[in-house]
């Protein structure tokens, strides 16, 4: 059989695209807050408002900690004035769940919960409150369609994990008021680096609300409802990398060069038509998610025999990870075992960076190496 010439599928980091190379050192050693520091980075904010079509009253900066930073800024910054709603259905949003309990101490939560790999029912979610979710789940394989669920009038801010769902899904930006990514998914930027994402009406939060609570400073994007603009302009609250800053604009450069979300959606599409026709051409492996609620960029697989069904779940596990093992010896495929914080299963990235003809090659060796270990 022929071999992937990439075969990283991991769902994050994800892969780098086809043609990916080291990129430009020539800001290495030079300050984040020189002129040129501060170009490059008002350069990714500016390609990325671009390629996401943001309308132009929207906010776009960065900050640290991947998307994780990204969201937590959002929740410690955001809520308080209002009762919240959390859609609790995978490893991340029940983190949020969590901490909006547990750390920030809202008083008014409501959680609508729904146990893995299933999407939570949204039909009672009230919009005059704040609403907190994940659009796009990499732990789970599961995602929104669309927004269409979200009211177009609404009273409350929605705050959106999108950390799976940039620059892979189009993103209807009248629907969403605060929204957090990684640069290591969609574009497979390096990790250690958000983006946040402001409606006006989430500024206007910021400016007329203000948490009692201390509030730590790499999540303060406002003080004493004040935003701080500079954020979005380029100046970063800690330093950041300016190789990681340099490979990232690379990468939305080749995005925007190729068609910008057309093209990234396109690209998706594609791969996971690839994914979708390989699991109706065999019998070993099925979806984990159902069709109504799964994932075109996050492909999570559960295995058919009745005999590997038996086991249990640490068994499972310890299956599973020798099919891994396998592909990772014969260099056609690394780090597709689900996320450890689930049930057990395979999970293959196949976002814009990964190349259809790489998951072509990679399938039957997932194949070769289930009927190797059973």
Not at 205 to 232: C, M, S, W
Request: hydrophobic share 40%; net charge neutral.
């Amino acid at each position: 059989m022929n071999k992937p010439l990439h075969g990283n599928f991991s769902c994050g980091p994800c892969a780098k695209r086809a043609g990916w190379q080291v990129p430009s050192m020539r800001l290495v050693g030079r300050s984040h807050r020189s002129a040129d520091g501060m170009q490059l980075i008002q350069n990714v904010i500016n390609l990325q408002k671009k390629i996401l079509k943001l309308p132009q009253d929207y906010l776009l900066g960065i900050v640290s900690a991947s998307s994780t930073g990204a969201m937590e800024a959002l929740l410690w910054s955001l809520l308080g004035a209002n009762g919240v709603d959390v859609i609790a259905h995978c490893v991340f949003s029940n983190h949020w769940a969590r901490d909006v309990v547990d750390e920030l101490k809202i008083s008014d939560v409501r959680i609508f919960k729904e146990k893995f790999p299933k999407m939570a029912d949204t039909s009672g979610v009230n919009f005059d409150r704040d609403c907190v979710f994940c659009l796009s789940s990499t732990t789970s394989g599961v995602a929104f369609k669309n927004t269409d669920w979200i009211a177009t009038g609404r009273k409350g801010l929605t705050i959106c994990d999108a950390a799976s769902a940039a620059f892979v899904m189009d993103l209807d930006w009248t629907k969403l008021d605060a929204v957090a990514f990684s640069w290591q998914k969609g574009l497979g930027g390096e990790a250690g680096f958000g983006t946040i994402v402001l409606s006006p009406k989430a500024v206007e939060r910021l400016e007329t609300y203000k948490p009692q609570r201390g509030i730590p400073r790499i999540f303060r994007i406002a003080d004493n409802k004040k935003i701080n603009k500079a954020i979005f302009e380029g100046f970063t609250i800690n330093t950041p990398s300016m190789i990681c800053v340099e490979d990232f604009y690379e990468a939305l450069q080749w995005a925007d060069a190729n068609g910008g979300m057309d093209f990234l959606v396109k690209k998706t599409a594609e791969n996971y038509e690839v994914i979708e026709n390989w699991i109706s051409g065999q019998s070993d492996f099925k979806f984990l998610v159902d069709e109504k609620y799964r994932a075109r960029h996050i492909a999570c697989f559960d295995i058919v025999s009745e005999k590997y069904q038996a086991l249990s779940e640490d068994e499972k596990w310890k299956f599973l990870k020798k099919i891994v093992a396998i592909c990772e010896q014969e260099k056609v495929g690394f780090d597709f075992l689900g996320h450890i914080w689930t049930k057990p299963h395979l999970r293959v990235w196949c976002g814009p960076t990964v190349e259809k003809e790489d998951l072509q090659k990679f399938l039957p060796w997932l194949e070769y190496a289930y009927h190797k270990v059973m």
